[in-house]
Nanobody, 126 residues
Framework: QEKLVESGGGLVQPGGSLRLSCAASGFSLDHYSIGWFRQAPEKEREAVSLIATSDGSTHYAEAVKGRFTVSSDNAKNTVYLQMNKLKPEDTATYYC???????????????????WGQGTQVTVSS
């Protein structure tokens, strides 16, 4: 069964850091693009970042550019999202998904593939 499982969320103070993981099972990430998305309460899900694991190219939403870094470890079949200088407005449930299309860069709009996992909750609060 092909699936992606997110982990690494938690409660962090403003200005702090977290690293999220997106572990793939049942398929290899080598030739996929993987997107990170987030959904805050009462808001629509939005794309945060994209990485093409084949060549390592990355893209970010304007709101996180310069603070978040997406990377992949193909040997571990895992994609990471390093989040620094976190702000309260980063509070959301974060999801990862394979991406079939990059619709636009500004704003970052991606077409996810498959069903959503449980996500991992990130709460930024003092």
């Amino acid at each position: 069964q092909e699936k992606l499982v997110e982990s690494g969320g938690g409660l962090v103070q403003p200005g702090g850091s977290l690293r999220l993981s997106c572990a793939a099972s049942g398929f290899s990430l080598d030739h996929y693009s993987i997107g990170w998305f987030r959904q805050a309460p009462e808001k629509e899900r939005e794309a945060v970042s994209l990485i093409a694991t084949s060549d390592g190219s990355t893209h970010y939403a304007e709101a996180v550019k310069g603070r978040f870094t997406v990377s992949s470890d193909n040997a571990k079949n895992t994609v990471y999202l390093q989040m620094n200088k976190l702000k309260p407005e980063d509070t959301a449930t974060y999801y990862c998904a394979a991406v079939s299309q990059l619709l636009s860069l500004r704003p970052l709009k991606l077409v996810p593939v498959g069903s959503w996992g449980q996500g991992t909750q990130v709460t930024v609060s003092s």
